[in-house]
């Protein structure tokens, strides 16, 4: 079993619903990062929580501790916010253990 | 500012050939990641750098996998002696200095190296 896991693996959804990516981990963490992957392998930096709540624009994560669960939610989805999107943690290290990511399509 | 670069973008061999990948992290950045992406997967750890002192490489799959950061700034990946199962992205990621044994700081990419192996 993964020390990190995510759901679903695949969303296709229609632009302006609402969107919402899951991560379980299984390992003491010491922070969650919320990362997206375009087509050509580049990965961007969306989140870096240790407790509560963030939002960036359309944008929002959330983790529960207690419960070691993350959620990251777009609100008014846009073709433009296709892509993969990965979960990953510091447990306690500095290299980050990845869930397998979760590919995102919006169609218009 | 510029980012993080890897080159080159692409690098098609065959097998038993040499490889060597290099990273330029951002500037003043003091450590360095190496991960490995096989095609559908999410990334996996091969090596952390902090400035030029290998902290771990608890994730390098074989001694054919080598990485160095001489001079605590520019690092290069190499494999030898490629295999198949070799093929992947391989990604670096830079992050500035961290607070506190249990801080972090956000990573930042590169675009990553497609290595294919024939």
């Keep these: 079993k993964n020390e990190v896991e995510q759901s679903p693996q695949n969303l296709t959804a229609q632009e302006g619903e609402f969107i919402t990516i899951n991560c379980s981990y299984s390992v003491g963490i010491s922070a969650l990062h919320w990362l997206q992957q375009h087509p050509g392998g580049g990965i961007v930096s969306l989140f870096m929580l240790s407790s509560g709540k963030k939002k960036h624009g359309r944008l929002i994560a959330t983790i529960n501790i207690q419960e070691k669960h993350s959620s990251l939610h777009i609100t008014a989805s846009h073709p433009r916010d296709s892509a993969v999107y990965i979960c990953a943690v510091n447990s306690g290290a500095q290299k980050l253990v990845f869930g397998q990511g979760t590919r995102l399509t919006i169609n218009p | 500012g510029a980012g993080v670069s890897q080159s080159p973008r692409y690098k098609v061999a065959k097998r038993g050939q040499d490889v060597a990948l290099r990273c330029d992290p951002i500037s003043g950045h003091v450590s360095l990641f190496w991960y ?13 750098f902090q ?5 771990d490489k608890s994730g390098l799959p074989s001694d054919r996998f080598f ?12 494999i030898q002696r490629t295999q198949q199962e070799d093929s992947a992205v391989y990604l670096c990621a830079s992050s500035d200095r961290d607070r506190g044994p249990t801080s972090n700081q956000p990573q930042h990419f590169g675009d990553g190296t497609r290595l294919s192996i024939l």
Excluded: D, I
């Design chain 2, 36 to 48: 490995q992406q096989a095609l559908g997967q999410g990334p996996e750890f091969l090596t952390y």
């Design chain 2, 51 to 55: 400035n030029e002192a290998q902290l």
């Design chain 2, 67 to 78: 990485a160095e950061r001489p001079e605590g700034s520019v690092s290069t990946l190499k």
